[in-house]
């Protein structure tokens, strides 16, 4: 390393320093990338799952603009509501079943409020009725777009222990909504919006105290904690921040907020490189090499979306989650004696261990899960 070099490593070091100790402990993974050429900067935990919560509502969004971009939906057209989305948990705007709203609205009130129902509406109506033949569509999906550790089990984010991503996959999944859809980025950014009488505003708090901050999305449930995906301008570049499991709302924008800072500082200075840890309690000392961009196929054109169901491969079954490898072996040895078929182990992220067998058409795994219950073998299948 050259003096100049040093120079700037030892003006970066004391941001990275600080932020980690301020902030140790207090959220499970953050990532800060640049927006324009997928490049990470800064990775802590950005490959460990967790339940990405109301995020998941990116992907939903992604899907709706595909619809129309390519004439399935218009902005003017009006959704049905049904039983199944007005009685989605809150947050959710108390749609009543049998009523309609507009495409736009529905847009809005994913991006700004984060509505369940609403997610709900446009899950069905966009996918023959069923959100969970949806969810398949958006994991689907999610893998052409190089999301590797994403599963999908409904639109809206709402619990689910299958139902996990990354904060590398978040950040990909949305530079994948600005590179593929850049006329339906101006959604999430708005500040607030009136719907029936009443005012919501949006909890990305960064919109209003963070300098060139123009989106995204906010998330929130009891196992997922808060998380922020953060976008910002500034000095010709363009970044995005991802933090995953912050235990209040304070510090996920407190992290988003240095998360963008070091970013910008790295760049502005013409020090490119990426600093990762493999916990939120330390920071290595020494920069590590640029790297490749977040993933190649970033720079690709937006997926074809098909919308009729895969005839193999994209479906599995799911014989339990267990809390130590011991058991979840176990239970591989059982199904490969009993059922003939090779399960693999999957790790959570979560202190948990799934047992599964995928790579299946639905009706291999419906096959194999009706004999898995039938030798007295509780599972289900996923997609």
Not at 3 to 10: D, G, I, Q
Not at 191 to 203: A, H, L
Not at 331 to 340: E, N, S
Not at 348 to 359: E, H, K, P
Request: proline share 3%.
């Amino acid at each position: 390393m050259n003096s100049m070099e040093m120079r700037k490593f030892l003006f970066v070091l004391p941001l990275i320093f600080s932020c980690a100790v301020a902030n140790a402990a207090n959220y499970r993974a953050a990532l800060v990338a640049d927006m324009n050429t997928g490049r990470v900067l800064v990775a802590e935990n950005a490959k460990q799952q967790n339940y990405p919560a109301s995020l998941t509502k990116i992907m939903t969004l992604y899907l709706t603009f595909d619809a129309l971009e390519h004439g399935r939906l218009h902005l003017d057209d009006y959704l049905i509501v049904s039983n199944n989305a007005a009685s989605a948990a809150p947050v959710k705007l108390g749609l009543t079943a049998g009523t309609k709203i507009r495409v736009e609205d529905a847009i809005i009130a994913l991006a700004v409020y984060s509505a369940n129902d609403v997610a709900r509406v446009l899950a069905e109506n966009l996918k023959g009725g069923k959100e969970q033949t949806f969810a398949s569509l958006m994991t689907r999906v999610a893998r052409e777009i190089g999301l590797s550790q994403t599963n999908f089990e409904n639109s809206s984010g709402l619990p689910d222990d299958d139902h996990l991503s990354t904060a590398r996959d978040i950040a990909l999944l949305s530079m994948a909504v600005y590179k593929h859809f850049p006329q339906y980025w101006k959604y999430f950014g708005i500040k607030s919006w009136t719907y029936n009488g009443k005012t919501y505003s949006n909890g990305n708090r960064l919109l209003e105290t963070y300098p060139g901050c123009d989106g995204m999305k906010t998330g929130y449930t009891n196992k997922s904690k808060y998380s922020l995906v953060a976008t910002a301008k500034r000095g010709g570049h363009h970044l995005i921040s991802v933090v995953l499991g912050a235990e209040t709302k304070d510090v996920r924008s407190d992290v988003a907020a240095d998360m963008l800072n070091r970013g910008f500082a790295m760049l502005d200075r013409g020090a490119p490189m990426v600093v990762k840890n493999t916990s939120t309690t330390s920071v290595h000392s020494e920069p590590a090499p640029v790297t490749s961009p977040i993933v190649q196929k970033y720079a690709s054109d937006a997926p074809k979306i098909q919308y009729a169901p895969s005839a193999v491969g994209g479906v599995g079954v799911q014989f339990g989650a267990f809390s130590t490898t011991d058991a979840a072996n176990s239970m591989v040895a059982r199904i490969k004696g009993t059922l003939g078929a090779a399960a693999h182990i999957e790790p959570t992220g979560t202190g948990l261990y799934r047992v599964r067998v995928t790579g299946l058409s639905e009706s291999a795994a419906q096959n194999l899960k009706n004999r898995g219950i039938a030798a007295g073998i509780d599972c289900y299948v996923f997609h």
